[in-house]
Each structure stands twice: as structure tokens, then as C-alpha cells.
């Protein structure tokens, strides 16, 4: 459910914020809707003020969203998962992590952290919107009844606190890829002590509630509803989603007893540290033609990975004599230790970015690849079964 490309928009503790260009066409929709209908009844001002009131609803909607998966993010970083970014798009926000949570206890941190910002945001709204409400409670700005106006302000607060309440009313759904889900997912996993029952059960629950909202969105476009096209949508998103947790719970099962070790290449091609640019390039970009290698010292420990783009950059800016160790990436997400479960490869980033993973001991030192082609092999009879 990731956009395949994004624009950044900011940076926030670090962690990169983009949006993909189906976020656009929700900005403008919901400026339109609330200037013309929400905001228009509820203030009854001039339009110029119904626009601007518009503008800053859509735009706090938004940063709702981020704040959300902001407390996604923090709560990950705090049990040592490194975060990619965080993207909007048109049906919300996702925070992507580098690796799944590994416990119970990490994925229920991580799942409930979002909510719980959302509901912090709906009380600050609520406690403000009740301080500033003359004409009225803040139910009567929230839920604006007919004839009902108020000022711009408390319109704009009554919006922000019902939409994070319907965020939150949504989220804590108990079905996957819903926070509600993950929480589930992280109560089961606690109860049974197996991530993929958890993951089948509440992938299971998550294609049952998308069901749902397809036969909603279904009878509101039947009768006339504009949102019931972008429900059926919505709809089919979630069962996408919850469909692929229902088949890695069934395959997680199945291969749960492999390991990284049982797969991987225990003779990869490596490049030791100190060799020059130049023999690098001659001696293993250009024999083996493969775009990157791991790179070890002479213990074997695992440093970090060496492209033959970066290579062939510096040969040309005129320093072929530069040690490997000098340009290496570091950060790739492409370690995993050698006895991890198989499974655990089928959620990892580096797989997908660079087409292998570099296995390791306890200790760093490097034992072995781990290819895309060896995990199909392997999940080959699991697939079949």
C-alpha cells in the first residue's frame, strides 16, 4: 500500500515526510467540501472567510495524520527500529519501518502509539473547543446541527476534534492493516506466543471488516452518496492488505523451522577492506558483474556494502588508489543474523533493494549471502503446500 513516488515536504526529529501525488487530489477535494458545504453552514460568513477556514481544516487534517504516524515512528525508534520516512497519500499515512517488530511487546508499543496520539489530539480540541464555547458545547461545533453557526475558530476546532475522533473510532478497529489489528495481532502473539496464528487471525479478521465497508460504500453509492465510489475503494485497499497478512501468517507457519543459515550461500564472493578501487573494479565488478559486494576485514567481520557505481565515481574523479573501506555504505539495510527464521527475510528492505542480504554471526563476522533466488527456492514447497 506504499505510493511508489513521493515528494518530500519536510523533515520532522529527522524523519523524512512525502507525499504522493494522490495526496494532491485529496487536499483540494476536502478544501472544496468544507468551503462550499461544512464550513459554509457552520460559520456562515463571508466565503473568502469559509475558504480560508477550509484551507487551514484540510491542512490540520493533514497534520493529524502525521502526528499519528509520528507517534507510530518515535515508538519504533525507541525499541531500536530504524525509520524510512513517513508518506501521506489518498487514503492516509503509513510510517515505513526497516524491519518488523520482533516481539509482542514491540509490535503493541508500536501499534497503540498512533492511536493514542489521535485520541491526545480529539481531548486538546475537545477541552478547547468546551473552554471557548459560548453559543452552544463543543458537540453542537463538532457536529454542527441545522441553523447552527459559530465562529470561525471554534468551527475550526469542532472539525479538527470530530475528524481525529473518527481517525481514532477507526483505527482501533480490531482488523488488519488497522492499528486496532496490529494491537490484536500484538495481544495474540503475547497470549500464544505465535506471530504467525496472530498475523492469519487477525489478517482473517481484516478481510471480513473490509467486507463491510465494500457493502457500506456499495449502498452509499447506490444511493447517491459521493463518498460511496472512494468507500468500495477503500474497501478493496484494505482486503488487498489483509489478504497478504492472511497468506504470511499460512507461509510463516510452514517455514517457520528454516533459518537465514539453511539458505544462505557459506561462500560468497566477498572484497577484502584495504584492496584499491581499481582492483576492485578489475577484479570483481568486472568479473563477476554484479552491482555490489560486502566488504570484510581480516577477521571476516562484516563492514558494510561497496557499489560499482560509487567505484567507478571515484575512478573517475581520479582517486583509483582510494582503500575499499573509504567509500563504503554503511547504512544499507542488508544485515541479518544467520539464525534468524526465513520469514524474517520476507519483510526485510534490503532484500528488495539490493536482491540479497549479508548473514552474520553474533560477533559481525560474515557467514554466508542469502539471495532472492535462494528464498524462492525455499519457499517453493512451502508456496506449493
Known amino acids: 500500500m506504499r505510493p511508489r513516488q513521493n515528494l518530500q515536504l519536510a523533515r520532522v526529529f529527522g524523519i523524512r515526510i512525502g507525499v504522493s501525488y494522490s495526496w494532491f487530489f485529496v487536499l483540494f477535494f476536502l478544501i472544496y467540501w468544507l468551503s462550499q458545504d461544512y464550513f459554509h453552514e457552520l460559520i456562515g460568513g463571508p466565503q473568502s472567510t469559509d475558504y480560508l477556514v477550509a484551507v487551514a481544516g484540510a491542512l490540520g487534517y493533514f497534520a493529524s495524520l502525521v ?9 519504533a525508534r525507541r525499541v531500536g527500529i530504524p525509520i524510512a520516512g513517513i508518506d501521506l497519500w489518498f487514503f492516509g499515512g503509513l510510517a515505513h519501518m526497516r524491519r518488523e517488530p520482533q516481539s509482542a ?16 489530539l480529539f481531548v486538546l480540541c475537545a477541552v478547547a473547543g468546551t473552554v471557548l464555547s459560548t453559543n452552544g458545547s463543543f ?9 447552527f453557526t459559530t465562529t470561525p475558530a471554534l468551527a475550526l476546532i469542532g472539525w479538527l476534534g470530530f475528524i481525529n475522533a473518527m481517525l481514532f473510532a ?9 492499528d486496532g489489528g496490529r494491537i490484536a495481532r500484538g495481544l495474540i502473539w503475547w497470549r500464544t506466543g505465535d506471530r504467525n496464528r496472530a498475523t492469519h487471525a487477525t489478517g482473517r ?8 465497508v465494500g457493502l457500506l460504500g456499495l449502498w452509499a453509492f447506490a444511493t447517491g452518496s459521493s463518498f460511496g465510489l472512494l468507500t468500495m475503494v477503500l474497501a478493496f485497499f484494505l482486503y488487498q492488505a489483509a489478504g497478504a497478512a492472511v497468506l504470511q ?23 577484502p577492506a584495504g584492496l584499491s578501487l581499481l582492483d576492485a573494479h578489475e577484479q570483481f565488478f568486472l568479473r ?22 560509487r567505484v567507478d565515481a571515484e575512478i573517475a574523479a581520479g582517486r ?10 554503511e547504512d544499507l539495510p542488508v544485515r541479518i543474523a544467520e539464525d534468524q527464521p526465513v520469514e524474517s527475510l520476507l519483510r526485510s528492505e534490503g532484500l528488495g533493494r539490493l536482491g540479497a542480504m549479508v548473514a552474520v554471526d553474533e560477533q559481525g563476522v560474515l557467514q554466508g549471502v542469502v539471495t532472492v533466488g535462494a528464498l524462492r527456492k525455499a519457499l517453493r514447497p512451502a508456496s506449493a503446500g
Open 288 to 309: 563477476y558483474r554484479w552491482p555490489w559486494f560486502a566488504v570484510v576485514d581480516p577477521a571476516r567481520h562484516f563492514l558494510g556494502v561497496v557499489r560499482e557505481q
Open 105 to 120: 511487546g514491540e509490535e503493541l508499543r508500536i501499534a497503540a502509539a498512533g492511536p493514542a496520539v489521535t485520541l491526545a
Open 170 to 178: 477507526f483505527n482501533v478497529v480490531p482488523a488488519f492493516p488497522l
Open 205 to 212: 479478521s481484516g478481510q471480513g471488516f473490509a467486507l463491510l
Open 249 to 271: 501468517g499460512a507461509l510463516g507457519s510452514r517455514i517457520k523451522d528454516i533459518t537465514v543459515a539453511d539458505i544462505m550461500d557459506r561462500e560468497p564472493v566477498t572484497i
Open 320 to 329: 583509483p588508489a582510494l582503500p575499499v573501506v573509504d567509500v563504503l555504505e
Open 139 to 147: 458537540i453542537d461545533v463538532a457536529l454542527p446541527r441545522q441553523n
Open 67 to 75: 502526528l499519528h504516524e509520528l507517534g507510530h515512528a518515535l515508538a
